[in-house]
């Protein structure tokens, strides 16, 4: 290759040559791209060593951080050691710190807590012994003083048949209605007491569900009938499966307070197929229940307001035993009223396969007792008439019996 060169005056006094072969242009060429290639190659080796300091003085500290905070979650003492740059030991530093303080927390927290369940634990047993106390204590007071009561009883009722006099007649009654009252409310007293101790646990069995029907029909039918009501009970071939006395006077005592809050019309109970479940209502058109009264009826003597002479026939516990006993069966008892227009109490009890065959026992011939002891006829001047109390019935295997209500 040749080359003119210039001169200062602008002439071209001569030529450069130059020499060179193809082959040490390419060699050339190669060795270029080669330190090229070496420089590349120290660049990433410094961008990798970069990463890997990196990693080794603030991400590794970092993961490490993250996995002890994952520990201190779940409830692990955890420390970690101080590494990495100024910046993460600042925040390791703060991380142990704040770990210290929540362990101790944590650590007091529970001890707190053990020592208040220890001092429930032990509110709890003497709650509970009050209540046996309280559930002894009732049974006794209830047998020691019904005697006096049944004793004055039949004294009125020999009063009552030498006394010709109607004034000092009515004042007899107005006595064995006491009488009749305070021996129904000891009843009722015993039974939630029972209830509430644990002493009446249920006794599930298969039965038929006309037969505890019949004897629903058959305790209220007359106390009805002396209040000018209908009570229709409906007959029914589906069985349940359920505690028989228990359930007993859940509808005996729904039934009661049905005829005891209707003036007039009837009550009706009747049941019914609802898939797995057999559903049990008891109707009646009596006075009806206000919306902000139908929570709080199943309360302990709690009267929904009504007129006077309706609301003196209760005790404002029959109730709270269906509620009681409705929770130990496993029942929900549902209501739905409205004021004037009656009340429709109703729950479902489990079906059970009807058996081929049956009749009852000997000691299960008689109807269980029901709280028909409140609900006695009106005389002939419209006071009521208390009845005789019936005797209580134990329900066979039962660890104490279920006082009449």
Known sequence: MRAPVASAGGGVPGQVGIDIGLDELRAAE???????????????????????????RISAPVLKLASAVDRLAAGEPVQV???????????????????TALHDGRQLLEQRVREAT???????????????????????????????????????????????????????????????????????????????????????SDFALDRLFDDVSRNFRPVAEAQHLRLVVRHTDLWVRSDYFMLSRIVGNLVANAVRYTPRGGVLVAARRRGPQVRIDVIDTGIGIAPEH????????????????????GTGLGLATVQRLAGLLGLQIGLTSAPGRGARFHFEV??????????????????????????????QDGRAVPAAPLPALVPPGAQAPLAVA
């Open 118 to 204: 220890a001092e429930l634990a032990e509110k709890n047993r003497a709650i509970e012994q009050a209540s046996q106390a309280k559930t002894r204590l009732l049974a006794a007071a209830s047998h020691d003083l019904r005697q006096p009561l049944h004793a004055l009883t039949l004294f009125s009722e020999g009063l009552a048949r030498d006394e010709p006099d109607p004034a000092r007649q009515q004042r007899i009654r107005h006595v064995r209605e006491c009488v009749a009252s305070l021996d129904h409310l000891f009843a009722e007293l015993l039974n939630i007491s029972q209830i509430d101790a644990g002493v009446l646990q249920p006794r599930h």
């Open 294 to 313: 139908q929570q709080r009826i199943f309360d302990e003597f709690y009267q929904a307001p009504s007129s006077p002479d309706l609301a003196a026939r």
């Open 81 to 99: 050691t101080l590494e990495g740059t100024a910046e993460v030991r600042h925040l390791q530093q703060g991380f142990n710190a704040a770990a």
């Open 350 to 379: 489990p079906m059970a396969a009807p058996e081929p065959a049956w009749a009852p026992a000997a000691d299960e011939a008689a109807a269980l007792p029901m709280p028909c002891d409140a609900l006695a006829p009106p005389a």
């Open 30 to 56: 190669a060795r270029a791209w080669t330190g090229v290639l070496l420089a590349v190659a120290a660049c990433l080796a410094a961008v990798l060593l970069a990463g890997v300091w990196a990693a080794r």
